[in-house]
T-cell receptor, first 117, second 115 residues
């Protein structure tokens, strides 16, 4: 069965601090995809990044970076120099890959990030 | 705006009433998904369509729930005889058939409150 665990329920930081959101996943599939979504107070889920199971390269996009490690089944997300606008709930998600795989995304429970001025 | 749209954004109903939500996916997106999100939880998959065919349903989708996508464009989700436990945010997402990464784009959701 697929499972995503986000152990951090809430994190509070002061603006300009770096913050890392943890994500641990479980799957028996060898082909799978991992995602991070942001849900601001308005409620709409915003796609941030996708990573497939064969690509363990870390990625940086502006102040955002992602660290994918298959050995520890983790896909962590770091925000550098956080800003108040980063305040939101962040979800990690997993889906199966390959022909015949389920289309569903399995989400973690989310981490609520509050960035204080 | 060419994103996923959902209507209504908010719905308040009394227990036992039927409700229907609508989702309009991004144009030319063949695949459409419904999720439910309760307070403090991540979204949970309900069902998905490829064009007009409903290809997967979660066990969460009880007999009181039905979803349709009659012409392969917009979709409706109906809940009959609503219960207080149905109170949640109902999210719709879509993606194109092409592409292997299952990158789904979400709408703003319909928040249902059952009194």
């Amino acid at each position: 069965a697929q499972k995503v665990t986000q152990a951090q329920t809430e994190i509070s930081v002061v603006e300009k601090e770096d913050v890392t959101l943890d994500c641990v996943y479980e799957t028996r599939d060898t082909t799978y995809y991992l995602f991070w979504y942001k849900q601001p107070p308005s409620g709409e889920l915003v796609f941030l990044i996708r990573r497939n199971s064969f690509d363990e390269q870390n990625e940086i996009s502006g102040r955002y970076s992602w660290n994918f490690q298959k050995s520890t089944s983790s896909f962590n997300f770091t925000i550098t120099a956080s800003q108040v606008v980063d305040s939101a709930v962040y979800f990690c998600a997993l889906s199966e890959g390959g022909q015949g795989g389920s289309e569903k995304l399995v989400f973690g429970k989310g981490t609520k990030l509050t960035v204080n001025p | 705006d060419t994103g996923v749209s959902q209507n209504p954004r908010h719905k308040i109903t009394k227990r036992g009433q039927n409700v229907t939500f609508r989702c309009d996916p991004i144009s030319e997106h063949n695949r459409l998904y419904w999720y439910r999100q309760t307070l403090g939880q991540g979204p949970e998959f309900l069902t998905y369509f490829q064009n007009e065919a409903q290809l997967e349903k979660s066990r969460l989708l009880s007999d009181r729930f039905s979803a349709e996508r009659p012409k392969g464009s917009f979709s409706t989700l109906e809940i009959q005889r609503t219960e207080q436990g149905d109170s949640a945010m109902y999210l719709c997402a879509s993606r194109p058939l092409a592409g292997v990464y299952n990158e789904q784009f979400f709408g703003p959701g319909t928040r249902l409150t059952v009194l």
